[in-house]
């Protein structure tokens, strides 16, 4: 894909990026953190711990945000991607990967790693490798899977979901949402999902379904698979993405004030 891949999705961004030391005392030092914001992040990295950075890069700087990963559906699922890439040797899921070897540098023990994590446990999350700093681009030693692409620059703003419009009338009597008493369009149960139902995109398409109804009918074609990459929709027949369904069913269900999570006591709770 192009230097123009990897499109914003609406809804939140939870990205894990690598911070490059380039402070010549420090030089070639690594970092892997995770974050809503990735330009207001480095700053807090380059303004020490008085800024909001972490202790283990305060005082170093300066860093440079040179690659991110993001695309997670959740910021549980970017935390936890966070804290295996940070210890590969103590995530079950990586055991398989070799221990760093001493004529390794770090930056290049961190792709090795990360190659490794977006063919394996993550192989199926709809993520974009994005390189900040095209002139630290390497080729990964095993290549990211197709669905996910290799972008190039800072992400794109994120689209966040337009807030419902006030109904015009205040006296007027509300009526009644037709769309969310219809079943669901595989199994024809009601849909009671607190999430709302996975609706096809496509414009013209009625598409409403359960998650697990449109999961277990994207399988039909990977029965040994627990997460679904992409399918066609049963109604219109187009080709969907998982991860695209997933965003635009969260789009605008959390607010902006609960992104605030960052960094380091997080991942200290999440082990792998």
Same mark, same amino acid.
């Given at each position: 894909?192009?230097?123009?891949?990897?499109?914003?999705?609406?809804?939140?961004?939870?990205?894990?990026?690598?911070?490059?030391?380039?402070?010549?005392?420090?030089?070639?030092?690594?970092?892997?953190?995770?974050?809503?914001?990735?330009?207001?992040?480095?700053?807090?990295?380059?303004?020490?711990?008085r800024?909001?950075?972490?202790?283990?890069? @305060?005082?170093?700087?300066?860093?440079?945000?040179?690659?991110?990963?993001?695309?997670?559906?959740?910021?549980?699922? #970017?935390?936890?991607?966070?804290?295996a890439?940070?210890?590969?040797?103590? @995530?079950?899921?990586?055991?398989?990967?070799?221990?760093?070897?001493?004529?390794?540098?770090?930056? #290049?023990?961190?792709?090795?790693?990360?190659?490794?994590?977006?063919?394996?446990?993550?192989?199926?999350l709809?993520l974009?490798?994005?390189?900040?700093?095209?002139?630290?681009?390497?080729?990964?030693?095993?290549?990211?899977?197709?669905?996910?692409?290799?972008?190039?620059?800072?992400?794109?703003?994120?689209?966040?979901? /337009?807030?419902r419009?006030?109904?015009?009338?205040?006296?007027?009597?509300?009526?009644?949402?037709?769309?969310?008493?219809?079943?669901?369009?595989?199994?024809?149960?009601?849909?009671?999902?607190?999430?709302?139902?996975?609706?096809?995109?496509h /414009?013209?398409? @009625?598409?409403?379904?359960?998650?697990?109804?449109?999961?277990?009918?994207?399988?039909?074609?990977?029965?040994?698979?627990?997460?679904?990459?992409?399918?066609?929709?049963?109604?219109?027949?187009?080709?969907?993405?998982?991860?695209?369904?997933?965003?635009?069913?969260?789009?605008?269900?959390?607010?902006?004030?609960?992104?605030?999570?960052?960094?380091?006591?997080?991942?200290?709770?999440?082990?792998?």
């Amino acid at each position: 894909m192009g230097p123009e891949g990897g499109a914003a999705r609406p809804g939140c961004f939870f990205g894990v990026y690598l911070l490059y030391c380039l402070n010549p005392r420090h030089r070639g030092r690594v970092y892997v953190g995770f974050t809503v914001n990735p330009a207001r992040r480095v700053q807090q990295h380059n303004g020490g711990r008085r800024k909001g950075g972490a202790w283990r890069t @305060s005082g170093r700087g300066p860093w440079e945000m040179v690659l991110i990963v993001h695309g997670f559906p959740s910021a549980v699922a #970017a935390l936890r991607f966070e804290w295996a890439w940070q210890h590969p040797q103590a @995530s079950r899921r990586l055991a398989h990967v070799a221990p760093r070897l001493r004529s390794e540098a770090a930056f #290049a023990f961190h792709l090795r790693v990360l190659a490794h994590m977006l063919r394996g446990p993550w192989a199926r999350l709809p993520l974009t490798l994005r390189w900040l700093r095209a002139d630290f681009r390497q080729e990964l030693c095993l290549p990211p899977p197709p669905h996910v692409p290799v972008a190039f620059g800072p992400p794109p703003p994120r689209m966040l979901a /337009p807030k419902r419009p006030a109904r015009p009338f205040a006296d007027t009597e509300p009526q009644p949402d037709q769309d969310a008493e219809a079943p669901c369009t595989l199994c024809a149960r009601a849909l009671q999902d607190e999430e709302g139902p996975l609706c096809c995109p496509h /414009p013209g398409c @009625s598409l409403r379904a359960h998650m697990t109804c449109l999961a277990d009918e994207f399988l039909q074609e990977e029965p040994g698979q627990l997460l679904p990459l992409e399918g066609r929709c049963p109604g219109c027949k187009n080709s969907l993405l998982w991860g695209d369904l997933i965003w635009l069913c969260r789009m605008g269900s959390e607010e902006e004030e609960n992104l605030e999570l960052e960094e380091e006591h997080w991942t200290d709770m999440l082990e792998i």
